[in-house]
């Protein structure tokens, strides 16, 4: 069988979808990282698909696009809880689905959480700036122009063999938690003082409707040092900033590279994933846990992760691609 690629059409755009893959590794040179929100759920649309590690793919938020194919597919749609239908009938998630010409695929909203990302076998064929296929919405560039989709854009794959899609959905303990209530793991830092590390037990708080890819600004406060003097340096994806009113706020893949504001605490990379997903009214405590910790339930996470994708590429190099040619 020939080797095809997918053409999605956008027939209506949802409320935020972008391109997005792992993201870029040039914060030296001032680029922020970008990147799929919630990269567990990226990893494994792809995963599912039959992608290499990193392949763009759709990034949908809140409310997502209603796209009509117009070549043979499989598509992967992981992350919130999404009513989605094919040609109106239910279509799952956490599986792969092979679709045809014609059919239309509609992204809905989610009851709880914020994002999914929606996987193309073959991934999409976008430029890369920087290393980075993800879309940067402020600098403008990256993805699919530099921007969210908007109503008749065409996203196109890469060719690749038609294959079978696996029969297996990925399992609960595979996937981010979506909430509403969300406890996240914590490293402090040098500028974390003694009266915030015994403000946080039982502390809880409440996302904002301040809450993009930049960061998420959490109601409640916390005692914040003050520090006129303090230099703006580098910061990271989860880290936790606190500025002078209290008020914390969890930074996502697109803030930028440097801040102002003191940073008392990062949240251990187990649970950065989680930072996609919180959405407005979400609830959110800390939990200081050892670098010991957090490191132990990073890999124990990778483990399982990547169990997962040797499966699902196991699949597609037995069972997939090629084998009905």
């Known amino acids: 069988m020939p080797e095809t690629g997918a053409a999605l059409e956008v027939l209506h755009p949802g ?4 391109v997005q893959d792992t993201g870029r590794r040039a914060r ?10 919630d990269p567990v759920a990226f990893r494994l649309a792809g995963a599912l698909v ?18 009509r194919v117009h070549a043979p597919a499989v598509l992967a749609l992981c992350g919130a809880p999404f009513a989605a239908t094919l040609d109106g009938r239910p279509f799952p998630l956490w599986r792969a689905v092979a679709v045809w010409p014609g059919q239309v695929l509609d992204v809905g909203t989610a009851p ?23 879309t940067d919405l402020r600098g403008g560039f990256g993805g699919h122009g530099g921007r969210a989709l908007r109503t008749g854009d065409v996203l196109r794959g890469h060719a690749v063999r038609p294959g079978v899609p696996p029969a297996g959905v990925v399992a609960p303990a595979g ?9 996240l793991r914590v490293l402090p830092t040098a500028e974390a003082t003694p009266e ?8 809880a708080f409440q996302v904002t409707p301040q809450a993009d890819r930049m960061g998420v600004r959490l109601a409640g406060r916390l005692p914040a ?14 880290a936790v900033q606190l500025p002078p009113d209290g008020q914390p706020i969890l930074l996502l893949p697109d803030a930028g590279t440097h801040g102002g504001y003191p940073v008392p605490l990062v949240v251990a990379g187990v649970d950065v994933p989680r930072l996609g997903q919180l959405r407005p009214g979400d609830r959110v405590g800390f939990q200081v846990v050892t670098l010991e910790a957090a490191r132990a339930a990073l890999g124990a996470q990778e483990r399982l992760l990547r169990g997962v994708a040797q499966t699902l590429a196991w699949h597609w190099r037995t069972g997939g691609p090629g084998v009905r040619d």
């Open 196 to 203: 915030l590390l015994r403000a946080l037990p039982g502390r």
């Open 175 to 183: 996937r981010t938690p979506v909430g509403p209530a969300h406890v």
């Open 50 to 67: 039959g992608n290499p590690r990193g392949e763009a793919a759709l990034e949908v938020t809140l409310r997502g696009p209603r796209l």
């Open 15 to 18: 409320l935020l979808t972008t």
């Open 112 to 134: 709880r959480g914020l994002r999914a990302v929606l996987a193309v076998q073959g991934g999409l064929d976008v430029p890369s700036v920087a290393g980075s296929a993800s």
């Open 28 to 37: 030296a040179q001032g680029f922020p990282a970008a990147g799929a929100a």
């Open 225 to 238: 040092a003050a520090n006129p003097g303090r230099l703006s340096l580098p910061t990271v994806p989860g």
